[in-house]
């Protein structure tokens, strides 16, 4: 046997009482359906308004066929909580004639299960004419659904040493636009990096999200994880979260190889400056940092230059000032002995043998003025020779100076005999670095003169 629930009583005994009266009056009506607007699915904080379509079935032969008037209740219970709410219409219309009444506005919540009743009433007797329901149910609120669909890093073969993008994917599944959420990005047991990011529509796919700039300090085999969270009205927490295993190597090292070395002039004078060059190239994949030039003379150090940087395929030329003391055969050797990340020394180093001549004094072309000559090529790029004229034996000393009459570089401090001479500046400062473009100043001095010419570094 059918068990009817209480409410469903209710409605049929108005449905029994509205039929007795019918057969004694002359209105009558009918409710043809009960319905909501929008239609669709009832989610919990869903804002509705009820509609009820009637069409008035009155005696079109007695007093009330024409125009009738008719109140109409609507009544919204919660078979939940036993609670309800009523709203009225009052609405005229002829014999016959179908209309659709509005009720009102209503806000289900909370979520579980609803009925709306809608009687029809004659006026002023309130008699029942017709009742109808329709039972539903008011669904959880809307969420949305965040899932972290796939997780990479740019490149995709990070080198220990070299900076990386961490990029990820979202997609939101849930129900509604997500309006913000957070993303953590995490290597190992470390939080590296934190984002916010814009909404994200049902259904949506956002793969412009990363976190730039990290580096991998060490080669090998990485966690990388990437979790969103702080996002407000999401229902579930699932697939929020990706690992996967980032396998790092390490970097392609450098090769630092010697072409060639030679002086200049090739045939040096005794007493007088020269050049020590050497020409170096990268032959290896990687790009070499800090390198170390060290010159010998007959197996004695007598200098050293550092080179920060040289790209893989660059070639990078060095020199120092040298003055060899007497003439005859000298061994000159230079080394390539230091190098961030090398691990070949195959032709690292070169040695030639100089022959070193005698100061021959042309006593038709005696000296007279000591002078400093203007630089050449000025302006220059990257370095320049600087040539002067010495009357008699003098300490000498050439110092370079920026506009600020900061010294830059000493290319010289030692004693000289009577002659002329020339030194190179290679564009660096004392501690070997480059330096910025801009007018510098070289200053010769001697135990009874000073002279200045300017110099103009271009590049």
Not at 126 to 148: A, M, N, R, W
């Amino acid at each position: 046997m059918r068990k009817f629930s209480s409410i469903q009583l209710i409605f049929m005994v108005f449905i029994l009482f509205g039929s007795i009266l019918n057969l004694f009056g002359q209105y009558d009506a009918q409710i043809n359906s009960i319905y909501t607007s929008p239609s669709g699915t009832i989610y919990e904080g869903d804002t509705k308004t009820i509609y009820s379509n009637i069409t008035n079935l009155s005696d079109p032969d007695g007093p009330y066929g024409g125009a009738c008037t008719f109140h109409i209740r609507f009544r919204v219970y919660n078979l939940d909580t036993f609670t309800s709410n009523d709203y009225w219409a009052t609405q005229s219309f002829s014999n016959g004639q179908t209309i659709t009444v509005s009720g009102s506005s209503f806000t289900f919540d909370p979520s579980g299960r609803y009925a709306i009743g809608v009687d029809v009433m004659n006026v002023p007797e309130d008699t029942t004419y017709d009742s109808d329901e329709i039972y539903f149910t008011v669904e959880g609120p809307q969420k949305c659904d965040l899932h972290v669909v796939d997780i990479w890093t740019v490149p995709a073969n990070p080198v220990a040493g070299e900076e990386v993008d961490l990029h990820c994917e979202i997609e939101n599944i849930g129900d509604v636009t997500s309006e913000s959420y957070s993303i953590q990005y995490k290597i190992g047991s470390i939080v590296v990096g934190t984002d916010s990011a814009s909404p994200l529509a049902v259904g949506s796919n956002d793969d412009s999200e990363y976190y730039s700039n990290y580096t991998f300090t060490s080669s090998g085999s990485f966690s990388y994880q990437v979790t969103v969270y702080d996002c407000s009205n999401e229902s579930y927490t699932i697939n929020n979260s990706k690992l996967e295993t980032v396998n790092v190597s390490e970097p392609p090292p450098p090769d630092i190889d010697v072409i060639n070395i030679w002086t200049e002039p090739s045939t040096p004078i005794a007493g007088e400056i020269c050049n020590l060059y050497v020409q170096v190239t990268n032959v290896g994949e990687g790009d070499a940092e800090n390198i170390y030039f060290r010159y010998y003379i007959d197996g004695s150090q007598v200098g050293t230059d550092i080179d920060s940087y040289l790209s893989s395929g660059g070639t990078q030329t060095e020199s120092m000032s040298y003055t060899f003391p007497i003439s005859g055969d000298y061994i000159f050797k230079l080394s390539v002995d230091q190098c961030d990340g090398e691990t070949a020394t195959v032709n690292n180093s070169e040695t030639i043998t100089v022959s070193v001549g005698e100061v021959s004094i042309d006593n038709n072309n005696i000296i007279k003025t000591t002078s400093l000559h203007q630089n050449y090529p000025n302006p220059f790029n990257p370095e320049t020779t600087i040539s002067f004229d010495l009357a008699e034996r003098s300490n000498v000393a050439i110092n370079v100076y920026n506009s600020k009459g900061e010294l830059v570089r000493n290319l010289l401090n030692k004693q000289h005999e009577m002659g002329s001479y020339s030194v190179v500046w290679n564009g660096k400062n004392d501690q070997r670095a480059k330096v910025d473009t801009g007018m510098y100043y070289v200053k010769l001095e001697t135990d009874d003169s000073s002279h200045m010419v300017k110099a103009l570094l271009i590049k």
